[in-house]
């Protein structure tokens, strides 16, 4: 890893650290030279673990996934996996990339929901959208989007998307739990989470916790398996599966994570539960406006009384 400035947890600066990284990336894929390769100083991202062997970007896609976005955004994937191999694509989806970066995989979206679905790329770095852009027009895609912004802080309205990929981003993040909540937010009823990332083990030793090389280069700022499945579990999702791949350090391993927001009815006992609590309590909220405002979408049909999901509507 390159210039191994130590960090103090505390996030402050890491957020520029990643954005300054990922933008020498994308300038080295413009020039022609790979974002891992360099001819004259250090590559601005290492794709290889510490025996040389590659472990980030386009050799994790197999052919059916490549054969879905044009060669030269595959080859610029900075990925640990493919979050599209197990996000169970329709036509029609409206599918959300955190942190797209080049585009690879918000491609291969966009080709797997057409005619009438739709793909957007969110990423904070100018020049990963500039190649992004470039990519989709050289794949003539024309029902994809790309968002600047940041993943802590989406700019989607809530429930407007069916699926959020990502892929190796969200360990880069200084704010796990709220890229999480920001997810969960912009998911409809229903919608499905499907992100590759790196889970740190739980032993993950201290140096290389410390060191900004290694949390931009996608390995000091993973969360162990313990750690995520309760960030996404904190942020209302269910369903948490969290299946481990490939090493890419001695002390992290990729994952595929993926977990669904309850469906309507659930989301609407949910919200009876915590705004009416009791019975007694329902039986307080038993008339037209009070009623609605105190069961949500779990309104009783017209005449009775309380919350109707889950069987606690009186009389
Ligand atoms: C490791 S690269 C992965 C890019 C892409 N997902 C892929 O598989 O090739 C990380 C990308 O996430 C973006 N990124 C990192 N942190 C971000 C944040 N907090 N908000 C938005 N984008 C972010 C970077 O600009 C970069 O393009």
């Not at 990336?25 to 290889?48: F, H, I, K, N, Q």
């Not at 918000?106 to 500039?130: F, K, N, Q």
């Not at 912004?149 to 990929?165: F, K, M, N, T």
């Not at 410390?210 to 960030?231: K, N, P, V």
Request: charged share 20%; hydrophobic share 40%.
């Amino acid at each position: 890893m390159n210039g191994s400035t130590n960090i103090d947890g505390s996030g402050g600066d890491v957020r520029e650290a990643v954005r300054e990284r990922y933008a020498a990336a994308a300038r080295a894929t413009a020039s022609g030279a790979g974002a891992g390769e360099s001819c004259c100083g250090p590559a601005p991202v290492v794709l290889d673990d510490a025996a040389g062997t590659q472990v980030f970007g386009d050799v994790l896609y197999g052919a059916r996934e490549a054969g879905d976005a044009p060669g030269a955004a595959v080859a610029a994937s900075l990925g640990c996996g493919v979050p599209t191999a197990v996000a169970e694509l329709r036509p029609g989806d409206v599918v959300l990339d955190l942190g797209s970066g080049a585009g690879a995989d918000v491609l291969i979206s966009a080709r797997r929901v057409a005619p009438t679905g739709r793909a957007i790329g969110l990423d904070m770095t100018d020049e990963m959208l500039d190649l992004a852009r470039a990519n989709a027009t050289a794949a003539g895609a024309t029902n994809v989007e790309w968002l600047k912004g940041h993943i802590e802080d989406i700019p989607l309205p809530d429930a407007s998307v069916d699926v959020v990929i990502s892929n190796c981003v969200i360990n880069l993040s200084g704010d796990k739990d709220r890229v999480l909540r920001e997810a969960a937010r912009v998911l409809r009823p229903g919608g499905r989470f499907a992100v590759s990332d790196v889970i740190a083990d739980p032993d993950m030793d201290a140096a290389t916790r410390a060191d900004m090389a290694q949390w931009t280069g996608c390995i000091a700022g993973a969360l162990t398996r313990e750690q995520f499945e309760r960030s996404l579990v904190g942020a209302g999702l269910v369903d948490v599966e969290l299946v481990e791949g490939h090493r890419v350090h001695e002390h992290a391993a990729s994952a595929i994570v993926r977990a669904t927001k309850p469906p309507a009815r659930a989301v609407g006992l949910a919200e009876a539960t915590s705004a009416c609590g009791s019975d007694a309590a329902q039986a307080s909220c038993c008339e037209g406006e009070t009623e609605s405002s105190c069961c949500g979408t779990a309104t009783a049909a017209a005449g009775s009384c309380g919350c109707s999901a889950g069987g606690r509507q009186q009389g």
